[in-house]
């Protein structure tokens, strides 16, 4: 039995299709990434899974309960963390604790979580600095040891430092047995901590991969430089692209099979050949343009490498 | 549940001291200048009976107004300085009770527990009326202890008929601000339409006094049959006052139930 179950999902708001018939599954113990750029869809299908929204159509099972219905009976045994914890200014973080321990009725292991942070509890919410207000924030997700632990960009501004003691412990977590369902806009987060990885646009979901399937999509880049003449327009056919002219030389984009490349380039005499992978961007933004809408985006072939290393972010 | 409704009373228990001593002292010091109102009793009379009927309704005078202690109170702290500070208290709390805590963001480590939203609501809900009560009670009874230090006569059952009437007006209108915040993400939204909407009740109930022709209007004001000057002088509620705020309370409080119950909440 899944995890989550999301059956063609809709959520309308008026006349805008926030999200727009998706599925998919994710399994017990899985990091599973939902992976766009803001106003895709994202915060939207998480909000729908905590019963905050209502969807227009479509049904959600969590843990094998129906998420509308079963809100308060699954939410014993999930927890939510948002990238932009907002909490009780006049609290302190003991406050929030020992508050949601009464509601719950638990005994929590907030105790070992604030010393693996290196946390202090008896500061104001609203002293706190963004990096400990996401910390208390993982606390309060993680002190009853979920069973799904759903979260909406939860290593948004963080300093690096941070982001890798979150995934230390959301890596422990999933050994434990807990699922995790995040969606990030942050292509280095996803790559570093998914299994699966689910990519939204424009509300509807392009594709359900395994992070090791996406990057063995066999996208290259080749740089090649020639001993002699060669004719640049020779390069550009089926699953090929120049990127951009070297120095007697091109920077070629490649889709799928690099056999064609190769043949057609023991037809020359070549001085250095370099051949590397695409990174999980490129892959990334392949599915963000293939129906052309976006227009800030250029097709992988046609886009500078130095480009496509440097969009850390999709907004 | 019930950690939501406590720790709502713990937040909450400055600001409702703070109403609840304001409203105590200006009680105190109204009834340590009764005494010499009462020794100008017969000039005040006077003066009193050369004002226009109209006027005298529309603003809850009475002829014995400041010949007993009952109706002095009823002019001078019940009629207008204590509606005021119900309505800024629980408009305020009421505001914030749902449609801040959707404003701030912070509804979203509530509903992310499990708790059911209708659980919620009324935790939330009652913190808010007990606050309501723990205030009209402090707030008209405390004149008993005040009245006995000054060597004033008064009467303990009509007392107990203003905090009926108060208690019955405090909860319509906190249910008019509770069900406004269940509807909207924004308190400043609740604040504004629940304000409007008292002014605008206020407003009419003077009109209806001051032109026979508006008299109709009355009807649709929580101030017509919010009567002090009835209560505490004549111990005194319009049978209507309790099918008009009774009804208010209990059918906005359920729509309230309802909405917050079944509506979208995004932060």
Known sequence: ?315 | MWTIFWRTLKDRRILLLIYTLSSIALLWMYIALFPSFKDQSASLEALIKNYPESFLKAFNFDIKSFTTLEGYLATEQFSFVWPIMVIFMTIGFSGSALAGEIEKGTIEILLSQPISRAKLFFSRYLAGLLMLILFVIFSVFSVLPLSLAYNISFSSENFMTMAVLGLMFSAAIYSIGIFLSSVFSDKGKVFFISGGLLVGMYVLNILSALKENLSDLKYFSFFYYFNPAKALIYQQIDPWAYGVFLGVTFVLTTLGLIIFSRRDIAT
Request: glycine share 8%; with cysteine.
């Open chain 1, 1 to 315: 039995m899944p995890i989550i179950e999301v059956k063609n999902l809709k959520k309308y708001f008026g006349k805008t299709r926030a999200v727009d018939d998706i599925s998919f599954a994710v399994e017990k113990g899985e990091i599973f990434g939902f992976l766009g750029p803001n106003g895709a869809g994202k915060t939207t299908t998480i909000r729908c899974l905590l019963d905050f929204l209502r969807p227009t159509s479509g049904k959600i099972n969590i843990l094998g309960l129906d998420a509308n219905k079963n809100s308060d009976q699954i939410k014993h045994k999930i927890s939510y963390l948002s990238g932009d914890v907002r909490l009780y200014d006049g609290w302190t973080g003991e406050d929030h604790i020992k508050f949601l321990e009464a509601l719950r009725g638990q005994k929590s292991i907030a105790e070992k979580l604030i010393s693996d942070l290196n946390f202090n509890p008896r500061m104001k919410f609203k002293n706190l600095s963004s990096g400990n207000k996401q910390k208390l924030g993982l606390i309060l997700a993680l002190m009853f040891e979920p069973k799904l632990l759903i979260m909406d960009e939860p290593t948004l501004g963080l300093d690096p430092l941070l982001q890798n003691k979150i995934y230390e412990i959301l890596d422990k977590f999933q050994k434990k047995g807990t699922t995790i369902f995040f969606s990030s806009h942050n292509l280095a987060e996803v790559d570093r901590m998914c299994d699966r990885v689910g990519i939204i646009k424009d509300g509807k979901l392009v594709a359900i991969e395994r992070i090791s399937e996406l990057k063995e999509k066999r996208m290259h880049t080749v740089k090649v430089y020639f001993a002699g003449p060669f004719n640049r327009d020779e390069f550009t056919f089926e699953n090929t692209k120049i990127i951009k002219d070297l120095p007697e030389g091109l920077e070629l984009g490649v889709k799928g099979d690099i056999n064609l490349l190769i043949r057609k380039l023991t037809n020359f005499n070549i001085r250095e050949l370099e051949i590397t992978h695409a990174t999980l961007e490129d892959i990334f933004l392949e599915f963000y343009e293939a129906d052309g809408q976006n227009k800030n985006s250029q097709p992988y072939a046609d886009r500078e490498q130095n480009d496509l290393m440097a969009i850390p972010k999709l907004e």
